[in-house]
């Protein structure tokens, strides 16, 4: 499975958006990028997963990298609902053997 | 749809002891999986399986035993309990992508929160 890095924390306003950073250099042409959150004593939640194309859902958007090496995750408007643990992962053949790291705490600031 | 159910929420365990903590998906997903989730990290793979009778190991496998006898039900099975088992433990679910490589979203349960003393 590909690695993924991404920072330890970030801090964002209400109202304002935010990009989420994830670099996978070792990512295979065909892992699939996937965004989970998990809120405080929940599971993960799934919020967005792309190949190759930019991707957009309700929840957010996936800016994939064209050398597929890095991605952002778009919150167009951060909530204070949004505040979470934010893991970007990529896999491959099923998604059981995704491999979460420590993620990106968001904490939004109101 | 009730989803992913895991049961029990909390269970204090004595080293030693045994247990199964359940998990069922109402989804008709071909893929379970089984992650732990210790303070400060990310989540883990136990075990999983892509299908009734077909179950595979992940990262972190030894002290724990599956089984896959309906699509429904993933069990994991604790032998012989010790204190670094104390986690939270998350049964995951997803459904096969026919076309190809995975591309289906994993569906998390609520958790199990196991204190091994």
């Known amino acids: 499975d590909a690695k993924t890095t991404q920072p330890n924390s970030m801090e964002s306003n209400e109202e304002e958006p935010v990009h989420l950073p994830c670099n996978h250099s070792?990512?295979?042409?065909?892992?699939?990028i996937h965004w989970y959150r998990q809120l405080p004593s929940q599971g993960p939640e799934y919020v967005i997963h792309?190949?190759?194309s930019n991707v957009n859902n309700r929840m957010a958007s996936l800016a994939i990298a064209e050398d597929r090496k890095s991605s952002t995750l778009i919150l167009h408007r951060a909530t204070l609902r949004d505040a979470a643990v934010y893991y970007c992962?990529?896999?491959?053949?099923?998604?059981?053997?995704?491999?979460f790291g420590a993620g990106t705490i968001l904490r939004v600031k109101s | 749809n009730a989803g992913v159910t895991q049961t029990p929420k909390f269970q204090v365990l004595k080293t030693g002891q045994s247990m199964t903590l359940q998990c069922a998906q109402d989804?008709?997903?071909?893929?379970m999986s089984w992650y732990r989730q210790d303070p400060g990290m990310g989540l883990r793979l136990i075990h999983y399986?892509?299908?009734?009778?077909?179950?595979d190991q992940g990262e972190v496998p030894n002290g724990y035993n599956v089984s896959r006898s309906t699509t429904e039900d993933f069990p994991l099975r604790l032998l012989s309990a010790a204190p670094s088992q104390t986690s939270v433990y998350f049964c995951?679910?997803?459904?096969?992508?026919?076309?190809?490589?995975?591309?289906?979203?994993?569906?998390f349960g609520n958790g199990t929160r196991l204190t091994v003393t």
């Open positions: 989804m008709n997903h071909e893929y």
């Open positions: 399986s892509v299908g009734a009778g077909i179950t």
């Open positions: 792309g190949l190759t």
């Open positions: 992962i990529s896999g491959g053949e099923y998604g059981n053997k995704l491999v």
């Open positions: 070792t990512i295979s042409g065909t892992d699939y």
């Open positions: 995951a679910s997803s459904y096969a992508d026919r076309l190809g490589p995975y591309n289906s979203p994993l569906h």
